[in-house]
């Protein structure tokens, strides 16, 4: 949509209140799918939700490829975005509970890296249909997006079930053979079941291969949304607003609004013609790219929060010198300023490299890592939501703002919230490396239960916890 947006613009003769709109609506429309996405995937599993967000990707694209009117591209466009809402929500949970401890991170981050894969080569689309005609050219980039579904929905149907899944649901003898699997040995996959069924609330000795899941009076979705959000413990509160923050920094810091709007950012840089602006877009969708599978080598060797504070902090010194650049070239209309030119499209660059070695891919891997078993579904169907909301507001909102406090402004803005983003990533979130997901409850003082530990000395897990914050060693054990 980026590139798109140029030409439809052109061709439909919206405005670009309606071109905001259109960018910005997907993420609004995703709010139902990322909901939705927790009860689907409890429902019918991780797996065959994932096949069924295919269906609404084919059918998305072609709505918008097949579009007659600025109408018919919106009702694309809200297809698409349940698809959306569902897949980034169930794309990084399937994974997160397939993936052995040893490599969560590198596999979880797949998400991103293809989700930086899927923009690049949305870019190379907006440039390669770019000399079709004007009518023509913009459905193309649109409607091509329909041949990736299908290959989802052909690749998912061989893959299994979680494991963790088929524990909630008492089919013991498939999640051990999963487990066995996604194993080093047979040991490990019946250790790591024993640790499912503590974290589901089966009983060690109650085994078989399909038992009877004890549920809470109340029933199941009643409760989960008790543990959570009504009356969360004050390790579960912690937990949660962990998530939110880093599900609302991610896009408070404007991640989408350079990836929607790249095109228009180079432009007013300075950069002229649509075949420049293009290349210059496919620049940067190189750059996400390349950086994001350095990152996913890093995340199991380096960790999580080491590489959210250097992204976070290279986003900072990016967006000033982003918003320097554009200011300067704002207040000099009359004059091109090759430095100012340079400046800005070496921050775009440096930007979604920084984005893309941290706050990108980690955002899955931690988030789905820290929520216990129980309402790790909900917990990320919530933060997802949340994360669409600030995404939505954010890209219909960025033509508006630069024009009131012209474009520069708008990015010494994000740089200030990316200020903040970096005191609460450094305060707030500990190191998950190397632990299994069974374990992370301890890092916010929780008991194997899902209650607090109430057996510590007064003040010792908020010591604990500034400890581990200060750098302590991500493998220690918390008792």
């Known amino acids: 949509m980026s590139g798109a947006s140029l030409y439809i613009q052109k061709d439909l003769e919206i405005t670009d209140v309606q071109v905001e709109i259109l960018m910005g609506i997907l993420s609004i429309y995703s709010i139902l799918g990322s909901f939705a996405a927790g009860r689907t995937s409890d429902w019918i599993g991780r797996r065959f939700t994932v096949i069924f967000v295919a269906a609404f990707f084919f059918a998305g694209a072609l709505l918008m490829g097949f579009a007659s009117g600025y109408t018919m591209l919106m009702l694309g466009r809200f297809v698409a975005g349940i698809g959306v809402g569902y897949a980034i929500v169930i794309a990084p949970l399937y994974t997160a509970e397939i993936a052995p401890a040893s490599a969560r991170g590198f596999l979880v981050s797949f998400t991103e890296v293809f989700i930086n894969l899927g923009i690049l080569l949305g870019y190379v689309s907006n440039y390669a249909f770019a000399r079709l005609p004007l009518h023509i050219g913009w459905r193309f980039m649109l409607g091509i997006g329909a041949v990736p579904s299908v290959l989802l929905a052909l690749l998912l149907s061989g893959m299994p079930e979680s494991p963790r899944w088929l524990v909630m649901k008492g089919r013991l003898a498939d999640a051990r053979i999963v487990l066995e699997k996604i194993a080093d040995t047979p040991e490990e996959a019946e250790e790591r079941l024993a640790d499912i069924k503590t974290a589901a609330g089966i009983p060690d000795d109650l085994d078989g291969d399909v038992v009877v899941v004890p549920r809470k009076r109340g029933g ?65 969708g190189v750059a996400k790219t390349l950086v994001i599978l350095v990152a996913m080598f890093l995340l199991d060797r380096v960790g999580r929060r080491p590489l959210l504070l250097c992204s976070t902090g290279g986003m900072i010194v990016s967006l000033v010198g982003l918003a320097t650049g554009l200011t300067v070239v704002d207040r000099n209309p009359d004059a091109r300023i090759p430095w100012a030119v340079g400046l800005c499209v070496a921050s775009v660059l440096a930007y979604v490299s920084s984005f893309s070695i941290g706050l990108g891919p980690v955002l899955g891997v931690y988030t789905t890592e820290i929520l216990p078993l129980r309402v790790r579904a909900l917990g990320f169907a919530v933060g997802a939501a949340g994360n669409r909301v600030v995404s939505g507001v954010m890209s219909m909102t960025f033509l508006s703002m630069s024009g009131a406090i012209t474009l520069g402004g708008t990015f010494f803005l994000y740089a200030g919230v990316a200020v903040l983003a970096w005191v609460f990533f450094f305060t707030c979130l500990p190191e998950t490396r190397g632990r299994t997901l069974e374990e992370m409850g301890s890092l916010f003082g929780m008991t194997d239960t899902g209650a607090e530990a109430e057996d510590a000395a007064p003040g010792t897990q908020d010591a604990s916890c500034r400890a581990r914050l200060l750098g302590n060693s991500p493998g220690a054990r918390v008792d």
Request: net charge negative.
């Open 220 to 284: 199941e979705e009643k409760q989960v949304w008790r543990e959570l959000i009504v009356s969360p413990t004050p390790p579960m509160r912690r937990i949660l607003l962990t998530a939110l923050g880093l599900f609302f920094f991610q896009q408070l810091t404007g991640s989408d609004s350079v990836v929607l709007y790249s095109p228009r950012v180079f432009e007013s840089a300075g950069i002229t013609g649509d075949d420049q602006l293009l290349a210059a877009t496919c620049a940067m």
